[in-house]
């Protein structure tokens, strides 16, 4: 077996759309959970979905700004 | 009394066959050597072709190569090699050489060993070719020189090869840049024809036999010296390899003296400062990207990339010409795609190949760190260089890192662009750990929204509502 390259997982090319992609999901997302805050009172709230909408925002927001220094130049 | 002549007799005995056999030299003589020397560039290049023979009853296994002392100290490779195979089959191998020790070396000379593939029997001969590089051996005279003025430099050699055998017949050859030669001893018989001096055929030469030469010629290469120079290899799993090289850059050949005039220097750019040097190139791998060329005040915009299949090539302008004894700092950095240079060895380690030694062409570097920077969680490094080196390994820190990445450094003093073979580093990595800076992203945003859920949870009102 002769020694095989390494590439990235995911093509370099596909940083900077996939950055623009997740961020505005995220961003979405986080629209919706501050929406969601905002207009349910304290007593009908349920903690389970603001935690997930939170997840999921914390999701697309991380891989997006991973995505934004990798596409920047920033390698980490 | 003849019991003391008895015993002066037995003294003599051990004496004459200890020294006989302590000196193994005598068991090899040298039929015939060339030395080619090429002082064309400010690197001293010397091809050197002997037939050796053994004439001793044993068997020999090494050939010993002897240098003056100011040669050894300033050699960057030495390499030897000899032909195998006829005619057109005929190929190359290289043979290990060994820096030892001779009790009865005159002078303090240096000698290498050379280990031959097949023991030379009694009556055998071998054809041996060694390549050796001697830096910072041109002495320039006049050490000070003005702007209009050429370059001229020494170069002290010995007209007979300095070997610990006994030479049978023996020539050197001695080309200069140019036809412009002021003077040469002469140890008949020496002859000049243009650019090339001759010395020898010389006869029967006995073992360490010198006689000092000096050739007085002009020499008007750059004398482009690097005084330090740091390479920075980070690996990033993530697709790309950064490249980042710290240069202290200087002209070693004669001083400047007076004053620098700009005007001359750009009207007259054939008389004018003809030894100096405006522009260096560099010689990148292919698929560059990124590459930035700045020193500690900014950008410097006089660069210019050419990008082909084979190779890049980087033209940098310092920001002024530099002239004898001048210096210059810069930084230049580089992207590199990871699948170039990264490779994964059927035994399942990760192993970096890269290139050692300096980009620029013709340079000298006196003194070159390298350091790659491995992956964070990165593990057992290891590193493989086709030459001796000093190697430590340091800990550094960039972006999103928590315990740091293992860098392998890597030291080397006396680098010519023959150096410029590729090395590897070798270390075992689980890809996992490049989710680890996405995980503390995600988790740092993540730590946001609980902040926002609990104070939206409290009450902080006073009044009960």
Redesign the interface.
Known sequence: ??????????P?AWYPSLAVLMLSIGLLVTAS??IY?ATSS?RN?S?SK??VT??M???F???G??FL??AT???? | MDRRTLVLLFLLLVSSSLGSSSSSSPDIRVLSAERRIDLTSSIVRVFLTLKVENVGASQASDVLLAFPPTDAEHLAILKASTAEGKRKKKIYVPLSVNPTELPDTPNGAHLFSISLRNPLKTGEAAVLEVLYIITHCLEPFPAEISQSETQFVYYHDSAMLLSPYHVMEQITYIKTPSNKVESYTRVDPTNRAGTELRYGLYHDLPPFSYSPIIVHFENNNPFAVVEELVREV?I?????L?VREYYKLKHAGARHKGVFSRVEYQSRPSISGVSSFKHLLARLPPRVH?VYYRDEIGNISSSHLRIGSQKSELEIEPRYPLFGGWKATFVIGY?L????F?????DGK??LNFSFGCPLLETVVDELTIKVVLPEGSKNPSSAVPFPVNQQLETTY???DVVGRTTMVLKKRNIVPEHNIPFQVYYDFN?IF?LA???M??????L???A??AY??I?LSIRKS
């Open positions: 077996m002769a020694p095989k390259p390494i590439s990235s997982p995911v370099v959970f501050f805050e304290r709230r903690l603001e935690i939170g997840a925002a914390s999701i927001l991380g891989f700004s991973l220094l990798l130049g920033v390698y980490v | 980070e990033s799993h993530w697709g790309n950064q990124s992207g795609p990871l699948q170039d990264l490779f994964k060895s059927p990760h192993y960039a972006y999103l890809p490049m800076e996405p995980l992203l995600v988790s740092a945003v993540f946001f929204f609980v926002c859920i939206l949870h009450d």
